[in-house]
């Protein structure tokens, strides 16, 4: 079982790093428009507080874009739901690439973050943002079975178990058929590290197939070994379909990021109704 950390003590410290935050947003702002960089949608940096400064948040949009690109994920008309969208670092990449028939579904847990890229990106009708309900609450909202391609970027490295599984349900739900899904994550190679610690990860329990890097707060950084994930996928009725290295420790390459996970929805397994493909899914 994780350990687990007072919300109070949790809740005091972002609280007091978003102010900070925020402290800084004027100084930002007035660098933003002696760079001529006034008119871009930017989040301030309160709300991409995990990316830090503007090219670190850029970088990250662009390396995941490029990698569906390379996957060949990307074409108009594509509808896209991401997961865990944040304050939208994928969105104008995205949207470029959409197409008029593709659509565009951001979902994340944090409040402010959808509030402001609904009103950063209100004049594209092909874009839509919606707070994401905490597991217990119920399905996401977006429609079942509609998405030809659902991404988890940087989700799963914060989710314990009981929230992956949920995750990775609702994944399943949504992706149209023919539709692939793009999780990051760490992943270890569970029988080599079988007995053995983890790099970044000193979870105490060396048998663990999930880890996390701090004990005070273990949604900080979590890492699952590779089998583990691929049986929590099959469970909820998803198959892996290809693997690139990041994190993956012990592998050919040192640790360059998160490792990627693309999955499909697996033959025979239940399905939702299929709603029509003409307009946007909502």
């Known amino acids: 079982m994780a350990p687990s950390v007072s919300p109070s003590v949790a809740a005091l410290a972002v609280g007091a790093r978003t102010l900070a935050l925020r402290a800084l947003a004027p100084f930002e702002q007035a660098l933003a428009a002696l760079q001529g960089r006034s008119g871009e949608p930017l989040p301030p940096l309160w709300l991409r507080r995990h990316a830090g400064p503007v090219r670190s948040f850029r970088a ?4 995941a874009v490029a990698l569906l690109e390379r996957l060949g994920l990307l074409r108009p008309g594509v509808r896209v739901l991401d997961f865990g969208c944040g304050p939208g670092s994928l969105v104008p990449l995205l949207a470029g690439r959409l197409g008029p028939g593709g659509a565009y579904l ?50 799963f490295t914060h989710l314990l178990e009981a929230e992956a599984r949920s995750a990775l349900a609702g994944i399943r ?17 569970g029988a080599a590290f079988a007995d053995r610690p983890l790099p970044w990860f000193p979870c105490p329990d060396r048998r663990a197939e999930v880890r996390w890097r701090r004990a005070s707060r273990p949604t900080a950084a979590v890492a699952y070994s590779r089998q583990r994930l691929a049986w929590l996928a099959s469970e909820a009725g998803l198959e892996e379909t290809g693997f ?39």
């Open 60 to 63: 990250a949009g662009e390396q």
């Open 106 to 155: 951001g979902l994340d847990l944090h409040a402010a973050s959808i509030r402001w890229c609904r009103e950063a990106f209100s004049g594209d009708p092909r874009l839509r943002f919606e707070r994401l309900e905490p597991a217990a609450a119920g399905p996401w909202p977006a429609a079942a079975a509609a998405w030809d391609l659902v991404l988890a970027k940087s989700v």
């Open 173 to 189: 739900r949504a992706l149209a058929p023919g539709g692939r899904a793009v999780v990051t994550a760490f992943l270890f190679d």
């Open 244 to 282: 690139i290295q990041g994190f993956h420790p012990g592998g050919a390459a040192p640790p360059a990021g998160q490792d990627s996970v693309i999955l499909r929805c697996r033959d025979g397994a239940p399905v939702d109704a299929r709603p029509s493909r003409a307009g946007p899914p909502w």
